[in-house]
């Protein structure tokens, strides 16, 4: 049920895919991402898996291990997102002020730092800038990095290269999860922020802000 309601009509998640340093690793029908800056290895988000097994086999092709994962950025709290996080006993987590107490609260898991929309955080030669979009979950998170938009579940690639909003079984208020993508253009436009990709959780990446300018709620 749940595959079925993310497959249908959407693009393929391109395990290893790799741009500007970010690096896709595949963990079931969720993604997370890496990225390595000289303030060690970041994720995005802790994949589907208590074990966390996919990503530790990812980070094993990369020659890095679990323990040189010191920063991991949630984009929201659902436990496909989050489940591998205790596996990663030298990181410290980051999630929007709006969701941390409800990961702490309903994932049992601690997060250590909260992020305020549109602050950057400098990891030395990496900046993360984090943009809130609620609407997925209350408290949901984007994050722009070297360029690229990773969005996590505020929407998926249709396999027509197009951005769709994710199906409204797992959006906890469909509207303002659908009006929020629409906005997020607007605001991409307006602070003149350099995308040159979107990555998403449960789909592959598109290139470009044109699928994105081209959305509608
Ligand atoms: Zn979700």
Not at 99 to 125: K, P, S, Y
Request: charged residues 25%.
């Amino acid at each position: 049920m749940i595959i079925y309601l993310i497959a249908c009509g959407t693009s393929a998640i391109e395990d290893g895919w790799n741009k500007n340093g970010l690096n896709t690793i595949k963990d079931g029908y969720v993604s997370a991402y890496s990225i390595d800056t000289d303030q060690g290895l970041v994720l995005i988000d802790a994949g589907g898996t208590k074990e966390a097994k996919s990503i530790e086999s990812s980070l094993q092709d990369q020659g890095k291990s679990i323990n040189d994962v010191l920063h991991i950025f949630l984009t929201h709290a659902h436990t496909d997102h989050v489940a591998g996080l205790p596996v990663f006993s030298n990181a410290q987590t980051y999630a929007m002020s709006e969701e941390h107490d409800r990961i702490e609260e309903e994932q049992e898991l601690e997060v250590l730092h909260t992020l305020e929309d549109g602050l950057t955080i400098d990891l030395g030669d990496i900046q993360i800038l984090p943009l809130f979009v609620p609407g997925h979950t209350p408290g949901n998170a984007v994050y722009l990095i070297n360029e690229i938009l990773v969005m996590g579940d505020t929407a998926m690639a249709t396999d027509k290269g197009e951005i769709k909003p994710s199906p409204s079984f797992f959006n906890e208020d469909q509207e303002m999860s659908e009006q929020a993508i629409a906005d997020l253009y607007e605001r991409i436009v307006d602070e003149a922020l350099d995308v040159s990709w979107i990555v998403f959780s449960h789909s592959g990446p598109i290139e470009g802000t044109d699928a994105l300018e081209r959305y509608r709620p």
